[in-house]
């Protein structure tokens, strides 16, 4: 069934589809209308979830933890300030392993305030311990969704989810998606059947008790080893999704990179703009080809490296600043992957994007120029640089 | 399903649970929580009415009862609050310095 949809209210749609126990709600740009289109599913009757309003998103985190360690399902949506002032909550719902699945439409973190997309909000709980999955349209936003629980739910994973789209790029426009029938949603997600939970009366449980030194890190290395049997997780739903949708899912996308010798790496909406220009360069003859990482949480490390390896040089695309004074998360996170390589390209990051910064085609084919040069000459010159921002010529 | 009891300071992580999670409740009886008392209460049964006033102001479950008595005290969970000895209207519980049973 094709639909005319924006990427929050094809989120709130399959949320709908997937009737969770219970929702976490609290609005915030851009993200408000996901809460707002479930309220009016509640209201209609046409979901039986658990509708509870709260007074701020530490809040909504605080009830969907409950509700899923008492043995409900439970999503919430959010952005920006919302998600940092989950902050506390994320790392509580990751280390008592519940998988709570919460969308998140990326915006920029204050300040100066701003509204409009950047990575930062995202980037920022980075390493809280959730599984995060990045989508470049409204049909990946959707898409991502129904993939999110059988992912975080499965028993030797219980790992919460974070589905990302950009903000008003993706989440406001509306695009022509395909959905899919109720019956297969359901079918494909199953009922949520924790082996312990709170409300199971047979057996009491206790949840997030007090970890002394010397139980901590224990807990701690088998919360990474379920966050690293979590790709394989990840792999196998995308390959079950595929047989009911025809859309194929992996870690990342390779967009033209067979015989590619420039590249670049990015994460969300950028890539369509990114691919139109891949598209243009390759017929003026230009090695060109892209990588948009879908899967950030885990970082498919390996396969990254193994899929840049026969490039010559690399532009590594990062919509959040990060403030290490050394590049952006994403950067840090490909050259990484990439020191065990012994061929290796060059890598340069550019920091774009931030608080809504357009960014276009002609970016692109300037970014593959500078990569163009690079390859030639062999020199990178500055490697961690910025794009998109007015300066005085230097 | 893994217990409570059999799990300890030397347990490998492969024989805990996820999250820490504990699957029975009422498991704070079977850990030694005492050890960092450093005043303990004494008990002094020949003064004590059995009003069991002391009971339900323990904050720890220190003190037993059974069959309608008030037993001594279980050290192992004592913290040596000395919220009892406040309570205790016969001067049956006397507080006495240092951590240890005297």
């Given amino acids: 069934m094709s639909k005319c949809f924006s990427g929050n209210e094809a989120v709130a749609y399959a949320m709908k589809q997937i009737n969770p126990d219970v929702m976490g709600a609290f609005p915030i740009t851009p993200s408000t209308e996901i809460p707002e289109y479930f309220a009016e599913y509640v209201a209609n009757g046409e979901v039986n979830t658990e509708y509870v309003t709260v007074e701020s998103e530490h809040s909504s985190m605080s009830v969907c933890i409950a509700a899923q360690a008492a043995g409900a399902r439970a999503v919430s949506a959010t952005s920006s300030c919302g998600l940092a002032l989950m902050y506390e909550l994320l790392y509580i719902a990751a280390s008592c392993r519940l998988p709570v699945t919460l969308a998140c439409v990326n915006r920029a973190l204050s300040g100066p305030i701003n509204i409009n997309n950047d990575h930062s909000d995202s980037m920022g709980a980075r390493d809280s311990g959730w599984i995060q999955i990045y989508a470049e349209n409204n049909q990946e936003a959707y898409d991502n969704f129904i993939m999110a629980m059988p992912i975080g739910e499965c028993s030797s994973i219980r790992l919460p989810v974070m589905t990302c789209m950009d903000g008003f790029i993706t989440s406001h426009a509306v695009e022509n998606i395909e959905l899919l029938e109720t019956d297969a949603v359901r079918n494909f997600v199953g009922e949520y059947n924790p082996e312990n939970y709170l409300l199971k009366k047979e057996n009491p449980l206790a949840v997030g008790p007090y970890d002394i030194s010397s139980y901590y890190m224990e807990h701690k290395v088998m919360q990474a080893e379920a966050m690293k049997a979590s790709k394989s997780r990840i792999i196998q739903v995308a390959n079950e999704f595929e047989k009911i949708s025809g859309r194929k899912y992996g870690l990342f996308e390779e967009y033209r990179m067979d015989d590619a010798e420039l590249a670049l790496v990015l994460i969300g909406s950028s890539a369509g703009t990114a691919k139109a220009a891949v598209d243009k360069l390759r017929e003026d003859g230009v090695k060109a080809g892209l990588i948009k990482i879908r899967v950030f949480r885990p970082f498919p490390g390996e396969e990254l490296a193994q899929a840049l390896s026969k490039t010559k040089a690399v532009a590594v695309m990062d919509k959040a600043e990060g403030f290490s004074a050394n590049g952006g998360p994403l950067f840090a996170e490909t050259r990484s992957a990439l020191y065990d390589q012994k061929e290796r390209p060059y890598l340069i990051n550019i920091v774009y994007g931030l608080g809504g910064r357009d960014f276009k085609t002609d970016d692109v084919e300037k970014i593959f120029r500078r990569l163009a040069d690079i390859k030639e000459t062999g020199q990178t010159g500055p490697i961690y640089t910025h794009l998109g921002q007015r300066e005085r010529r230097k | ?102």
């Fill in chain 2, 1 to 102: 399903m893994i217990k409570a009891k059999d799990i300890n300071e030397n347990s490998v992580l492969e024989d805990l649970t996820p999250g820490g999670e504990i699957y029975e409740p009422g498991t704070a009886r079977d850990f030694n929580t005492g050890t960092w008392r450093i005043d303990t209460p004494l008990f002094l049964a020949e003064a004590c009415k059995h009003c069991m006033l002391c009971v339900p102001f323990c904050p720890d479950s220190a003190i037993p009862v059974k069959d309608g008595k008030r037993l001594d005290f279980i050290y192992m969970h004592c913290k040596g609050c000395g919220i009892c000895e406040k309570v205790c209207p016969f001067q049956a519980i006397e507080m006495t310095m240092g951590g240890e049973v005297k």
